[in-house]
Structures are given as C-alpha cells and as structure tokens.
C-alpha cells in the first residue's frame, strides 16, 4: 500500500512539473525534450546506485553506527551535490540555456 502512495506522489509531483515549465517544454524541439527526460532518469538512477552501494561500501569498514551514519549522509550530500552540478551542466547544453531556470540552488 505504501509503494501506490509514493508512486501516486512521484506521478503528481511529474504533472505538477511539467504542466508549471508548459512554456519552456514548448520552445524545445522533440529531441531536446527526450534529452532532458533522459537526463534526469540517468541522474537519479545513478544518485540511488552510488548512495546505496558506495554509501553502504564505505559505511561497511566501519562498526560504530554513530559513525556509519555520518559517513552515509556525507556520502548523500558529497553525490547530490556533483551529480546535480553536472545535470545542470547537462541541460544547459541540450537546451540552449533555456535550463535550468536562472537562479538553481546548484548553478554552475
């Protein structure tokens, strides 16, 4: 039952996305748009393996669950923070600048 309401949440937040940037996704030809759609399911898909399994990696080597724990959220941060950087990089070279809107926390 959890699993529907998080895919019922992703699925809303998607729609809310696209249909706030209806403007942008317009000016964009075909390709550019399956460019950036691509972009983001690579980043998350390769946010979710390294923070799983390096996080998990790292973590490994050590006992201490105080420990662990800091290593695991460094990790989630040290990820987040590049991968977000170079998805930035990413659209505004598919796209001609026209993303990411000016003023992202992550701009490059």
Partial sequence: ME?????VI?????????SSNRDLLRKLSVVQIFG???SYVATVVLAGLVIYYG????AGF?????????????????VLYTLVG????ILAKITNGMFPKSGSTFEN
């Fill in 55 to 58: 996080g998990n990696w790292l």
């Fill in 86 to 89: 170079i998805l930035n990089r």
């Fill in 10 to 18: 992703l699925i809303m937040i998607v729609i809310k996305n696209i």
């Fill in 36 to 38: 950036v759609g691509f």
């Fill in 62 to 78: 050590f006992s201490n669950g105080i420990i662990k724990f800091i290593i695991q959220m460094t990790v989630i941060i040290v």
């Fill in 3 to 7: 699993n529907i309401f998080m895919f």
